[in-house]
């Protein structure tokens, strides 16, 4: 029986020392009568924070850069870049590439992870196997939930949604969708629904990316979320529309996606390198104003998205980072707003995926960091990086902290 006692830690913004005990890989409030003997980890005043979870990331096209060639940085030029190199991924390269990922994602802090997985015609199931053999593979550090989606459509792409049936039989278990790559964007948003109420799942889709807020379709993902009572298992990521809307018209739809159930992603990054391009001066930001949308009432998460491919040139699989640009760009700078930046990668996003245990509670499964901060907002406002991680009670990273070597 595995046993845990961490002694020495704070919790929060509280600065005081507590105890905390892992049995099994879950917190309890004591050791049972039979636990002994059990190791102790001192934290010397040290923050433990819940690991952090990642909504929306594509391991299946990361690491691709040196294949492609950027000229215009533009979406369309990413989706068509991407389907050339797409030719030709094998297994073996996509298990390699999202590998490196998946490294870097685990001693940045993440122990959870949803994942995008493309399938279609061209590229089958080659990247959907890739993905459940590193599902199983990194299962010791980091759990890793399959999404598949039809990134070159659904309805004008035979043979596609065979393929994401055949792929939820097979362990996925939510389906994605990119309305604005079909040929009938509201037909393939019904569509989905119907899948998704076949096989029970959750719908995370790519929608509305581009700053016209003319031909919106998130009304129609709205409206199917309350035909099929899928409150609360409907995301949509990137919708950088919502960013071009004025603020009254943008708090009656705020409040018409809280009450349907339909909750926003924002992946910093990709999003700014993307959008705007056509713009010389006064540039838009073009994020999905998350805040105003929490305030509304809607569950919102902070992502990554895209790593080394035309959609996002870098990144390093850090949710911190991507909390801090999405505060640097969205000016919260406040205690108060740096929590909830915090949040968007770690509470807010479990509670998004519907994650059960988490937290650092009693009960809790026992995936957690620990940072040498002052505080949570600490963490955010300085990019700190996690000094050691945690997956159901096992140590799963560590990072020494620098030494200065001052001269003599």
């Given at each position: 029986m595995s046993a845990l006692k961490i002694i020495n830690a704070r919790l929060g913004s509280d600065h005081r020392l507590t105890e905390l005990y892992v049995e099994n890989g879950y917190f309890v409030d004591r050791f049972s009568a039979t636990v002994s003997p059990w190791r102790t980890l001192d934290l010397q005043g040290r923050l433990i924070l819940p690991g952090l979870v990642e909504t929306h990331i594509h391991l299946d096209k990361a690491c691709i850069m040196q294949r492609c060639?950027?000229?215009e940085g533009t979406?369309?030029?990413?989706?068509?870049?991407t389907r050339a190199a797409k030719a030709e991924f094998t297994e073996d390269d996509v298990y390699q590439r999202g590998a490196q990922v998946l490294d870097k994602a685990i001693v940045q802090g993440t122990t959870h992870m949803r994942t995008h997985v493309e399938l279609d015609p061209q590229i089958g199931l080659t990247g959907f196997n890739a993905i459940r053999r590193l599902q199983a593979d990194y299962a010791w550090a980091i759990s890793l939930e399959i999404c598949v989606f039809p990134q070159e459509g659904l309805l004008n792409n035979p043979g596609t949604e065979a393929l994401l049936c055949q792929a939820l039989e097979s362990g996925a278990s939510v389906l994605g969708?990119?309305?604005?790559?079909d040929s009938d964007p509201h037909g393939q948003i019904q569509r989905l629904f119907e899948l998704a109420v076949r096989y029970d799942c959750d719908l995370d889709l790519h929608l509305d990316f581009d700053l016209?807020?003319?031909g919106m379709t998130v009304m129609e993902v709205a409206r199917c979320t309350q035909l099929h009572g899928w409150g609360g298992r409907v995301?949509?990521?990137?919708?950088?529309?919502?960013?071009?809307?004025p603020k009254e018209p943008l708090t009656v739809l705020a409040l018409h996606l809280a009450k349907a159930g339909v909750q926003v992603t924002c992946l910093p990054s990709t999003d700014l390198f993307l959008m705007g391009r056509e713009s010389f001066h006064n540039k838009p930001r073009g994020l999905a104003p998350l805040a105003h949308l929490h305030a509304c009432g809607v569950r919102c998460s902070v992502s990554t998205n895209n790593i080394g491919n035309p959609f996002t040139p870098y990144g390093d699989a850090s949710l911190i980072r991507q909390a801090n640009l999405f505060a640097n760009v969205s000016q919260m700078g406040t205690v108060a707003q740096l929590l909830q930046c915090l949040a968007w990668v770690s509470s807010?996003?479990?509670?998004?995926?519907?994650?059960?245990?988490?937290?650092?509670?009693?009960?809790?499964?026992?995936?957690?960091i620990v940072f040498d901060a002052p505080s949570p907002a600490a963490?955010?406002?300085?990019i700190s990086a996690p000094l050691m991680g945690f997956k159901g009670g096992r140590q799963t990273f560590s990072r020494?902290?620098?030494?200065?070597?001052?001269?003599t």
């Open positions: 060639h950027l000229q979406l369309a030029e990413a989706v068509a870049q969708g990119c309305p604005y790559m016209n807020s003319e995301t949509i990521g990137h919708a950088t529309k919502l960013s071009a809307l807010e996003s479990a509670a998004l995926l519907r994650l059960k245990d988490y937290g650092v509670r009693p009960g809790c499964r026992a995936d957690f963490v955010i406002a300085e020494p902290a620098a030494t200065l070597l001052k001269a």
